[in-house]
């Protein structure tokens, strides 16, 4: 799970030293209020815990029971509460809505209709343990009608949880809620509830999309016509929080500041609550709907040690960027926001062929190959139906069978766009993957887009094998190559990436921000050291940390990374950020993109069909197929079709696994 809060462990925690801090603060007349702030908003609920327990070792009394003393006003309840476990401010939080006379209707709503089912059961064995009273009795004494039945629902915390859907029973959810509400006089309040407040996270959202393509209308639209009062603001809120938890505290935390006055029971509560879970999607969401953030509402409707506390649970200013989102940035932002939490499934179009006998496989070959002609479909059929392993295992074989060099063979054979297919399919990638490198740089020109489709878009791991395997064949270094073909920046991005070296790691939250804060920085410097910052970050980081990097990016700069380096860059240095960007964002898309301009207009690149067929069949060719139909209309089955002909085109459709 990716950390989203603000407040983290703190390092080298010492509860100890810690608990003496405390005790030095408050000891004497008047209480330093700096110092308590800062160390409670520096440690995470856990280490506070720690804390208490320590205070009461070393000084034999009770800490909270100080702060009480101590403090007083917003600060005390903001700083008392940041001591509580997270579970037993919930319960405090539920006790003091319903006790007394009225209820805070609105907080009982924020509260269960947040929390997942472990934060409920947690809650509810909190509450019995400081209050002696079962919680289910207390919000059902206090409530009524449907609102009353809905609560009970949720406090029982048993909200399905499994990732798998079940497609029949989201369409027939969509259909008994429109046939409760929207198709009916009067409402089957029952059917909601029993749907809302059970069904999980995933499927509910796909229960609403297909409710609106019946009803024609959201299902918040029609919460809105069919219920009213209390049960309405809580069916509401179910929706929002399966929509998402974030946007929907990003607008209580908006209504809690906005207008006169402030709600600052509200404010503390969701502050507090969730400044470990997802502050930092919180702010993001508030920005991007207020086109303010979070930091300047607390700045600007809050005083004193009070405010001071706030700002650092909240943790950072996502004003400093500057200008507020245009439409274009926020599209941009939610773009790279989706691309590093999409979790895409690779898919290959060539799998090992079950049953594989290579000695067999190597006799069907030869004899496709002994005397008079060649029978193509024989080899084909076996080259494009085997993994690359197996081929490996065919070559061997019919050399230990045999006494032949299979390679040689075949070439001798086979000819044009067919044999280089073939023999690239019998190559190892790493073989294959050097032999497109030195093609790319042999004779005249040199093939730059061939160059950075490689680098850009192979692991660490293939990167190294591919060097051992150019040394291997042509009895020089890659990078030497590389240094006397091209030249300039370019030159040393292409180094850059042959080393193979970049972080294989998960994105660095901080780091992120720094990195962005960096390139956005980098905009206003002069073009050299704008390139060499951009290699600097592009050519090294993971590429989860580039989607966020790239996410914050558009904070810093409110524009899109794309944007910057068609505008600002030229020629093969363009070209390769580009690429770098493209893949980062959703590399099947790019390879798409990559194929559709080899086979575009007037003749075809061959070596490019080639190279990404070969390379890619085995690692995610059927998602660059979904990519390609999606973006062009056309399949990539129907371009190879249009665009070659005969064995090799036979052979490139059977890579290519299907018509989409």
């Known amino acids: 799970m990716v950390f989203k809060g603000t407040i983290t462990d703190a390092p080298d925690f010492d509860p100890a030293a810690d608990a003496e801090t405390l005790y030095n603060a408050m000891k004497g007349l008047g209480s330093d209020k700096d110092a308590i702030l800062d160390l409670v908003t520096s440690r995470s609920n856990a280490q506070r815990q720690e804390v208490i327990a320590a205070y009461k070792c070393s000084f034999g009394k009770d800490l909270i029971e100080d702060l009480k003393y101590e403090l007083t006003g917003k600060f005390e309840r903001l700083i008392v509460s940041l001591m509580r476990t997270p579970a037993y401010h919930d319960a405090k939080e539920i006790h003091d809505a319903v006790k007394g006379t009225g209820t805070n209707e609105r907080c009982l709503i924020e509260v269960m209709a947040s929390r997942n089912n472990k934060q409920i059961h947690d809650m509810v064995a909190a509450y019995k343990d400081a209050y002696g009273r079962d919680i289910e009795e207390d919000v059902m004494a206090d409530t009524s ?26 369409e027939q959810d969509a259909q008994d809620l429109y046939a409760a509400g929207e198709e009916q006089w009067g409402t089957d309040e029952a059917k909601f509830i029993m749907i809302l407040g059970n069904r999980s996270v995933t499927h509910l959202h796909m229960v609403f999309d297909a409710y609106e393509k019946i009803a024609e209308c959201s299902v918040e639209d029609s919460i809105k016509n069919e219920l009213s009062g209390d049960f309405e603001r809580l069916m509401l809120a179910v929706v929002q929080c399966i929509r998402s938890v974030p946007m929907f505290f990003a607008k209580r935390l908006y209504k809690s500041m906005k207008g006169l006055g402030t709600a600052d029971n509200t404010l503390i509560r969701i502050m507090i609550c969730r400044s470990e879970i997802d502050m930092l999607d919180i702010r993001e969401c508030f920005r991007l709907r207020y086109e303010k953030s979070l930091y300047n509402m607390i700045k600007d409707d809050t005083s004193g040690d009070y405010k001071r506390t706030l700002l650092n649970l909240c943790g950072g200013d996502d004003d400093l960027a500057g200008e507020f989102f245009p439409e274009a940035a926020q599209i941009a932002y939610k773009m790279w926001e989706l691309s590093s939490m999409t979790k895409v499934q690779l898919r290959p179009t060539i799998r090992p062929s079950s049953g594989f006998d290579p000695a067999a496989d190597a006799q069907a070959l030869r004899k496709a190959m002994k005397g008079f002609g060649t029978d193509e479909d024989a080899i084909i059929d076996i080259v494009a139906q085997r993994s690359n392993a197996q081929r490996q295992e065919i070559r061997q074989t019919f050399k230990s069978l045999l006494g032949r060099d299979l390679m040689k063979d075949l070439k001798s054979e086979l000819s044009k766009n067919l044999e280089r297919l073939i023999i690239g399919l019998m190559l190892t990638p790493a073989e294959f993957d050097a032999k497109m490198m030195r093609k790319a740089m042999e ?20 990167i190294h094998a591919m060097n051992a395997a150019y040394q291997d064949a042509y009895k020089k270094t890659l990078e030497e190559a590389i240094q006397s073909d091209t030249s300039g920046h370019f030159c040393r991005i292409l180094v850059s990436l042959v080393q193979g070296a970049r972080d294989e790691g998960p994105a660095d939250m901080e780091r992120a921000n720094a990195d962005a804060q960096e390139l956005a920085d980098a905009c206003n410097a002069e073009s050299d050291d704008m390139e060499m910052k951009f290699m600097s970050i592009l050519c090294t980081r993971s590429f989860p940390h580039l989607r966020k990097v790239f996410q914050e990016f558009v904070r810093c700069s409110n524009k899109d990374i794309e944007q910057i380096i068609k505008k600002e860059m030229s020629g093969d240095i363009k070209n390769a950020f580009y690429a770098i960007v493209r893949s980062v ?18 003749g075809t690149d061959d070596r490019a069909l080639i190279r990404i067929m070969v390379s890619r069949c085995e690692i995610d060719l059927f998602n660059i197929r979904k990519e390609f139909k999606e973006t062009h209309d056309d399949s990539l089955h129907e371009f190879i079709q249009g665009d070659t002909s005969g064995d090799y085109r036979k052979t490139l459709l059977m890579l290519c696994g299907g018509e989409d």
């Open 145 to 170: 009608g449907h609102f009353k039945k809905m609560l009970v629902v949720l406090l029982q915390g048993t909200r399905e949880e499994s990732g798998v859907v079940d497609a029949d029973l989201v």
């Open 585 to 602: 964002k959703n590399q099947p898309s790019y390879f798409a993109d990559r194929l559709y301009k080899a086979m575009k207009g007037l």
């Open 443 to 462: 004779g005249a020109g040199t093939d730059e887009h061939a160059l950075i489709e490689i680098l850009v878009t192979r692991s660490n791991e293939e």
